[in-house]
Every structure is written in C-alpha cells, then in structure tokens.
C-alpha cells in the first residue's frame, strides 16, 4: 500500500469521478484507475461500485475512507514537522481571502510574518463567495479566509478567523431609500440589487442575501459594488467597515430588508489537510489565527441574531 494509493482513492471518493480526480491530482485517468486497482486488489475489496455514472463508495470503501484521510493527514503532519526541523524558508506563500474579509488584521499579520522572514515573497488574491475555497481546493492558495461555502470539512483543517457584519443599504435619494418602511418587496424587485460574481472556477454561483425574481447586476468586486450603489443605480449589501464612512456621512442610507437571511457572514483560516505546510505557511496559519480574535464581530453576534429570527 503507498502514499500515491490512498491519494488517488480518495481523491476519487472526494470528486465522485476518476476523470475529476485525473485532472485534481495531475495524473492520467488510466494512472488514476490503476492506482486504486491495485489498492483494491491489495486490501481484497472493492472499494468503488463502478456500474453508475458516478464512482460510488461501497461499505467497505466509507469505512476504509476514514483511515486512509487519517493517514494522509498524519503523513503530510509529518513532512510539514520534517520541513520546519531543517529551518528553510519556502519562497512564495499564497493567501487567498474573501472579498469581505477586513484587511487591517491580516495586514498586521503580513508585516509580523516579513519582518522574521524578509526574503519570501507572500502572494495575496481576493476571490468572492466560493472562489477562496475554490483556490485552495485546486492549490492556488497555500492558505484561505472564507466561509463555508463549497467547503468539505474533512479536506480542511478550519478555525474561525472573524465575523463580518453585512447589511443592504442604497444612496440617500435612492427610490428604495425614500420610500419609507417597509419597503415594498416589489419596489425593491424593480431596482437593480448589485451582487458579487462568484470567483470559483467552473462552479454555480451560490445565492446568499440575493433576492428572487428581482433585477440584478453583477459585479467582480467589493469596491465597485460600492461605487455602483453610490451612484444611485441599485441597492445591496455591503460589509460594515465598507460601508461605515458612506453611512456617517449620510450619503448611504441602511434598509430593512427581511429577505436578507445573513447578517453576519463568519469567516474561517483554512489550509489543506493533504498537503505538507512549510515554515512560513506554518507562521501565517498560527498568527492568522491569533489576528481573527481581534476582527470583526464577535461569533455571538451572528449568532444572538439568528437566535432573535427564529424567536
């Protein structure tokens, strides 16, 4: 039984195809098969049913599952423990955040993570909704700050980093802004809601806070959605600490709008279980860890609101 064994299975049980898992792990699909062959002529069992569309785990390839994550987890444990005994640097670390994520914690991060390590070159993207996730998924991101969405809990290991307050709000003059309370559904319909493209690869956009039946326009960023709504031409949700200056300043106007489900969207540090973390991606991981206490909203928060919604 070797490494590349366990890799290629569950690779396949994570994407559902040998195809999917080819492409994952940068191998051919007859490469990919062969591996979990021989795997399965080793073990005795059949660990896939092959006769659908999808490659379906048996009984015994979900139980055997479970093992071989454990293994693979405690393999890369191992060579990222092996990597920081010998004290090198890797050269590039990649961050990728959600939109929303307030910068000043991280940038707090960034300078504590340079001053020890000067010569590595740390990369941050900004992706929107599942696209965070998505980079890590397809290890364009050593590291990520996002939320749950299209996360698979078992491939990650995941630590809550803060809590971002989301609320809509719309120009002062706007027709939703002036229209008094409670807006009418269909007034809102009418105007354009301005809503982030979600930046995963290949995947469909998942709705959060988007109103059905209503007339949207996308954007690929948080700045432009927020110059988009200062300009009047539509309404929609923005992060707190983006919003804050606007709303002082009385040229953003917040809205009740009780079809925004999520208030609180809760960020998480995510890294992969299957892959082996170097001495700077190490230091990153535990001082983001240490730098969410401090931003955002607290969990309790979100979590007081929903309580108050269901009651």
Same mark, same amino acid.
């Given at each position: 039984?070797?490494?590349?064994?366990?890799?290629?299975?569950?690779?396949?049980?994570?994407?559902?195809?040998?195809?999917?898992?080819?492409?994952?792990?940068?191998?051919?699909?007859?490469?990919?098969?062969?591996?979990?062959?021989?795997?399965?002529?080793?073990?005795?069992?059949?660990?896939?049913?092959?006769?659908?569309?999808? #490659? +379906?785990?048996?009984?015994?390839?979900?139980?055997?599952?479970? %093992? $071989?994550? @454990?293994? &693979?987890?405690?393999?890369?444990?191992?060579?990222?423990?092996?990597?920081?005994?010998?004290?090198?640097?890797?050269?590039?670390?990649?961050?990728?955040?959600d939109a929303v994520t307030p910068l000043g914690p991280i940038m707090r991060v960034f300078r504590g993570v340079q001053a020890r390590y000067p010569m590595v070159r740390i990369e941050l993207g900004t992706e929107r909704l599942s696209g965070a996730a998505d980079a890590l998924r397809e290890r364009r991101a050593d590291l990520a700050i996002a939320t749950r969405l299209a996360i698979d809990a078992s491939e990650v290991q995941i630590a809550r980093f803060c809590g971002v307050r989301v609320f809509p709000v719309a120009?002062?003059?706007?027709?939703? #802004? +002036?229209?008094?309370?409670?807006?009418?559904?269909?007034?809102? %319909? $009418?105007? @354009?809601? &301005?809503?982030?493209?979600?930046?995963?690869?290949?995947?469909?956009?998942?709705?959060?806070?988007?109103?059905?039946?209503?007339?949207?326009?996308?954007?690929?960023?948080?700045?432009?959605?927020k110059e988009v709504i200062l300009a009047g031409m539509g309404w929609g949700g923005l992060p707190e600490h983006v919003a804050a200056d606007a709303l002082a300043r009385?040229?953003?106007?917040?809205?009740?709008?009780?079809?925004?489900?999520?208030?609180?969207?809760?960020?998480?540090v995510m890294r992969r279980r299957d892959r082996p973390h170097g001495v700077v991606a190490q230091a990153l991981w535990e001082d983001l860890l240490r730098g969410g206490r401090d931003a955002g909203t607290p969990a309790s928060a979100g979590e007081a609101r929903r309580r108050r919604r269901r009651g």
């Open positions: 039984m070797t490494y590349d064994q366990l890799a290629a299975f569950l690779a396949v049980a994570v994407e559902g195809s040998f195809s999917a898992a080819s492409a994952r792990l940068h191998k051919s699909q007859p490469a990919v098969s062969k591996l979990v062959r021989n795997l399965e002529r080793e073990l005795g069992v059949e660990l896939f049913d092959r006769r659908e569309y999808r #490659a +379906t785990l048996t009984d015994a390839g979900r139980l055997f599952r479970e %093992r $071989a994550a @454990a293994v &693979i987890e405690s393999t890369e444990a191992l060579r990222s423990f092996g990597a920081r005994l010998s004290g090198k640097a890797e050269p590039i670390v990649r961050l990728a955040v120009r002062f003059d706007h027709p939703v #802004a +002036t229209c008094g309370a409670p807006i009418p559904p269909a007034l809102l %319909r $009418a105007h @354009a809601q &301005i809503i982030l493209r979600d930046s995963a690869q290949g995947s469909a956009s998942p709705s959060l806070n988007v109103l059905e039946g209503g007339l949207r326009w996308t954007v690929t960023d948080v700045a432009a959605k009385g040229e953003l106007v917040r809205l009740e709008v009780p079809e925004f489900e999520v208030d609180v969207m809760e960020l998480f």
